[in-house]
């Protein structure tokens, strides 16, 4: 069970080149490849669901984008990473809750 909230967000890269994608805090950093869509998922530290924020208070997530890359600042405890399809490419904590759990 997932203690406060869940958000997902989805990031296609509708380019013609890969976009690097990096994941902060954590600084893990990926290949968004041209007609790929991939999903960032994170949970809420707060048991009422609230969010820290980086720039502005209560938001889920930053995106900072370049030419070449994007940055997506989560401001949750944890994140998973997946494709359109939802197969796992990568999660940030172990103990993370499941990525199918949502509240």
């Known amino acids: 069970m997932v203690t406060g909230?869940?958000?997902?967000?989805?990031?296609?890269?509708?380019?013609?080149?890969a976009?690097?994608?990096?994941?902060?805090?954590?600084?893990?950093?990926y290949q968004l490849l041209p007609k790929q869509t991939w999903v960032v998922v994170t949970h809420s530290p707060a048991a009422d669901g609230s969010w820290s924020?980086?720039?502005r208070g209560d938001e889920p997530f930053q995106?900072?984008?370049?030419p070449e890359s994007v940055t997506v600042w989560v401001n949750?405890?944890?994140f998973h990473l997946s494709?359109?399809?939802?197969?796992?490419?990568d999660a940030a904590d172990w103990q993370c809750p499941a990525q199918g759990s949502a509240s």
């Not at 909230?5 to 080149?17: D, I, M, P, Q, Y």
């Not at 976009?19 to 950093?29: I, Q, R």
């Not at 995106?63 to 370049?66: A, F, I, N, Y």
């Open 19 to 29: 976009l690097e994608l990096t994941v902060e805090p954590w600084a893990d950093t």
């Open 76 to 78: 949750g405890n944890c």
């Open 5 to 17: 909230g869940t958000v997902r967000l989805l990031l296609s890269n509708g380019g013609e080149a």
């Open 53 to 55: 924020g980086t720039l």
């Open 83 to 89: 494709d359109a399809e939802g197969n796992e490419i």
């Open 63 to 66: 995106v900072d984008h370049r």
